[in-house]
């Protein structure tokens, strides 16, 4: 079975984004080491890639008509390996393994190791020209299949980003949708203070992109922006999703400290109330 | 069928190179055309050089699966991986120094620890690049390819056998780093001679030296032992084209053979073949190893030919480093 719902029920997305968020902070507690931050942010868009938008198959990941993801910013592994677990690419139980030696499930995601994950990331800036390979090899076969891929904005400080999107801008790549996910915030504090990033959008637009500048929490203007970067003719799109780091633990929200700070017991049992969940 | 029309059959392509001098990156634009027209799933990529690394034979006949990424190497091996992960077998190329060190960590992260089946096929290596000078003048590349897990390293000594490497490859599932040269090479492997991945070709094993070489310095290192025959010393000569993985049965079985072995390519004797031989023989069978490469030098511009003899990597630098040997150490 194809997972995307046919119609975007936002709210049975929003509802599935809490799941992924209680699952992702229940791996990292259980790990002790892994990223917060980051995981969160992306919470939304991902699931609505997952729940809603791409065209995959839990059980055939290789189906050759799938999208394909491109995790750009590895370090959000543990929210790739919660929407994989629930599409049923593999048992949830696996999880509470999250980084142990022995567990498919490395700290940074291994394509070796887990199906679904479609090329090991962890190393910021090449997820993109990875997603430009597989839109040009789409291409070629005439396949309808699309490709998406996530960066952090303060991956985007690296060199090879750029190359990319001057690529995917000159081979007209309309196969493809970047996401980025702008938190404002990085290892060592904000993006503006570490090294500028913005203007964002104006970037990509001059480097011939078509760019939607969304919250990347609202999951209709997420919806709405997926629907129709697919309309785009000629050229990729991007998503600048306006995002917060660790949204949806208010304690953790927009603090760069829990870029790669995992939440102790205590905080675990206070997220899970706020989050409304109750372990499930 | 008579026997004449199986060896028709058995002549492998591209034999005409058999009998000439040709840069090995002449022989990678031949080879990879007729590559191109076998195999549909051939893709090719370069960064603004394909008129030197000959990929633009490629591009004239298949200008749907050549993709010319601009002075972006970085983004060209990714832009490989991702071809690769929709079933195809991209070949990327531009000059070694930019090929292996500019992208290094994208072979590493990208290519090799997905296993993913990219050819990476660099030209313009060693100081044979000539004029350009240091800048472009790869010394360390089969080092920083040679560490990395999954990939595999192949430098072909002539033509013939590049044309052989390159069909190999295509057929070969994982990361391949293949090193070629700007200069012509004099041809030096046998007609009937057959590339396999891994495999060394045993000219002959010398009673007191064996020569293990690989790319150029292998027509260097016959010549040498022409010279030292005729000194009256048992030379012999392996052409280590493949220097991951080594192929260690040849090693040790020439180690055991001779009393002295020497390696001799045109890269630094650091990290490169002559490394890879010692390695193996200091933790498998301790032999005394001579090394020809450069020295832990850049090299500079100048002509192939005078650089060849600046940095001593002549024949006759091979016979001295030798007979040097016996003089200290008498047979």
């Known amino acids: ?280 | 069928m008579g026997s004449r029309d199986k060896e028709t059959e058995n002549k492998p392509q591209g034999s005409d190179f058999c009998a000439q001098s040709v840069a090995t990156r002449d022989a990678y634009g031949s080879a990879l055309l007729e590559l191109g027209r076998r195999n549909e799933h051939v893709v090719v990529l370069d960064a603004d050089l394909s008129g030197s690394t000959k990929t633009a034979k490629f591009a004239k006949a298949f200008p749907d699966r050549f993709f010319n990424m601009g002075i972006a190497e970085q983004d060209m091996i990714g832009t490989a991986g991702g071809l690769s992960l929709t079933g195809k077998i991209p070949f990327a190329s531009t000059f070694a120094v930019f090929e292996t060190g500019r992208a290094w960590e994208q072979i590493r992260q990208t290519l090799c620890y997905s296993g993913l089946n990219v050819k990476l096929v660099a030209t313009h290596a060693g100081i044979t690049v000539g004029e350009d000078g240091a800048s472009h003048q790869a010394l360390e590349d089969i080092a920083l390819m040679r560490v990395i897990p999954n990939m595999t390293v192949i430098v072909p000594s002539d033509g013939f056998e590049t044309k052989q490497v390159i069909d190999a490859i295509a057929d070969y599932k994982l990361p391949v780093y293949v090193r070629l040269g700007r200069a012509k090479v004099p041809p030096v492997m046998p007609a009937d001679y057959r590339f396999e991945i891994g495999k060394a070709y045993k000219f002959n094993l010398g009673r007191d030296v064996t020569i293990i070489s690989t790319g150029i310095m292998v027509s260097k290192a016959l010549q040498a032992r022409e010279s030292l025959q005729r000194k009256g010393l048992d030379a012999g000569v392996i052409n280590m084209s493949t220097i991951k993985p080594l192929d260690t049965d040849a090693v040790l079985e020439a180690a055991k053979f001779s009393k002295l072995i020497i390696t001799a390519e045109e890269h630094s004797v650091i990290g490169g073949l002559g490394g890879a031989v010692s390695e193996f023989l200091a933790e498998h069978y301790p032999t005394h190893v001579l090394k020809i490469g450069t020295r832990d030098t850049f090299g500079c511009s100048g002509t192939p030919d005078e650089l060849i003899k600046l940095f001593g990597l002549t024949s006759e630098d091979i016979v001295k480093a030798i007979n040097g040997f016996f003089e200290k150490a008498p047979r």
Request: glycine residues 10%; proline residues 3%.
């Open chain 1, 1 to 280: 079975m194809e997972t995307p719902i046919q119609a975007p029920d936002i709210l049975s997305l929003t509802e599935q984004a809490r799941i992924v968020r209680i699952e992702i902070l229940k791996m990292l507690t259980a790990s002790g080491s892994g990223h917060t931050g980051g995981s969160l942010s992306a919470a939304d868009i991902v699931t609505a890639l997952y729940f809603h938008k791409m065209k995959h198959r839990p059980k055939d990941p290789a189906w050759q008509g799938r999208d394909r993801f491109i995790l750009s910013k590895g370090h959000a592994a543990p929210l790739l390996y919660a929407v994989l677990a629930l599409s049923g690419y593999f048992d949830k139980t696996l999880l509470a393994n999250l980084r142990q030696v022995g567990c498919v499930l490395q700290g940074h995601p291994s394509s070796k190791l887990i199906e679904g994950v479609e090329v090991s990331t962890g190393s910021l800036g090449q997820g993109l020209s990875i997603a430009n390979g597989i839109s040009l090899g789409l291409r070629l076969d005439k396949s309808s299949s699309r490709v998406y891929c996530l960066l952090g904005d303060g991956e985007t400080q690296e060199g090879q980003v750029w190359e990319a999107a001057m690529s995917a801008g000159h081979y007209m790549l309309d196969n493809l949708c970047a996401i980025i996910d702008a938190n404002d915030l990085q290892i060592d504090g904000k993006c503006a203070d570490v090294m500028k990033v913005e203007p964002i959008a104006k970037k990509w637009e001059s480097f011939n992109w078509h760019v939607f500048e969304i919250n990347g929490h609202d999951m209709e203007e997420i919806v709405k922006a997926l629907d129709e970067a697919e309309k785009i003719k000629g050229k990729p799109s991007v998503i600048v999703a306006r995002t917060v780091k660790s949204k949806g633990v208010s304690f953790f929200e927009g603090k760069a400290e829990y870029h790669g700070l995992t939440p102790t017991k205590e905080e675990l049992e206070k997220a899970l109330l706020e989050l409304g969940g109750n372990g499930k």
